[in-house]
């Protein structure tokens, strides 16, 4: 096996040579580079597993507000919402949407989650992942598959850009995490492995330019709520690639485009609340109420 993995031509080519899925692939090479077996490489991933599940119990039965008070109960709204009336798109929907919540108000309570890519994206991944494992009823193996997929994926990614709003934008955060998502959903639902990389292309490509501008410098708007429609973006381009519809331009190009779409950034638009959502009237009257 090669080890130097660091892009998905490479990746696919690995997987249509040995004819092993990603997820044997990286948990090879993740055993490899850190001189120990695959089994505590699985074993350490579920761990994550464990804690993202944790999180998302604690999300649920939580009105806990953040220390700024803008964030915190919004998971227990929807989840009444849904309790009086269903999801158009049915149960599914409704858990990766309050999973998805519930973890990132955990996040902002600053309370144990799972960095996926980063914090300020902690809520799409688990949710995801998560959501389909209950409603799919599929087996700890096969959840581990999927997060070993996901990080697969963002593993790739990180060899070009920091998975950072400061460097690139909010696409390097919550877009990177939608695009791994898309991946671990497609390995959940047993498709190919050249359909979880088309996967994470189409996701990821459909974010390209996505900014990085918390009001008041904090985690907590829009990020709460981005991290929900993110998680259900993944969804849609899971759908796409599963139909063998493909992105037109190659993953790794697509990766190549956010790169320098990151470069061409503002900086105000990266992490510095200085434009954006953090520049509009109520943006800066927050970030005054918050500093008296």
Do not use: W
């Amino acid at each position: 096996m090669e080890n130097n993995i660091n892009t998905f031509e490479k990746l696919l080519k690995e997987c249509t040579t040995s004819g092993k899925k990603v997820y044997e692939i990286m948990q090879e090479k993740e055993a490899s580079d850190f001189e120990i077996t695959v089994e505590e490489v699985r074993n350490k991933v579920y761990k994550n597993i464990t804690a993202m599940k944790s999180a998302i119990l604690r999300g649920l039965s939580s009105k806990e507000k953040s220390y700024s008070g803008l964030c915190g109960d919004d998971c227990f709204k929807l989840k009444e919402k849904y309790n009086k009336k269903p999801a158009l798109f049915g149960k599914l929907y409704e858990k990766i949407t309050m999973y998805s919540l519930a973890t990132m108000e955990e996040n902002l309570r600053m309370n144990t989650i799972v960095a996926c890519p980063t914090a300020g994206s902690c809520g799409i991944v688990p949710s995801v992942i998560i959501a389909l494992s209950e409603e799919k009823k599929i087996t700890q193996e096969e959840e581990i598959n999927a997060l070993i997929t996901a990080g697969a994926i963002g593993y790739i990614i990180s060899a070009k850009v920091a998975m950072a709003g400061a460097v690139a934008g909010c696409q390097a955060e919550c877009g990177v995490a939608s695009a791994m998502s898309a991946g671990a959903i497609v390995e959940i639902l047993g498709g190919t492995s050249k359909q979880i990389i088309n996967a994470s292309t189409l996701a990821l490509k459909n974010i390209l330019g996505l900014t990085c501008d918390p009001v008041a410098g904090l985690v907590e708007i829009p990020c709460v709520k981005r991290n929900v429609f993110l998680a259900v973006h993944a969804i849609t381009a899971a759908e796409l690639a599963l139909a063998d519809i493909e992105s037109k331009i190659p993953s790794d190009e697509v990766v190549d485009a956010m790169v320098q779409t990151g470069q061409l950034m503002s900086p105000l638009l990266k992490e510095t609340s200085k434009g954006g959502l953090s520049a509009t009237k109520s943006g800066i009257l927050y970030n005054r109420k918050l500093m008296d």
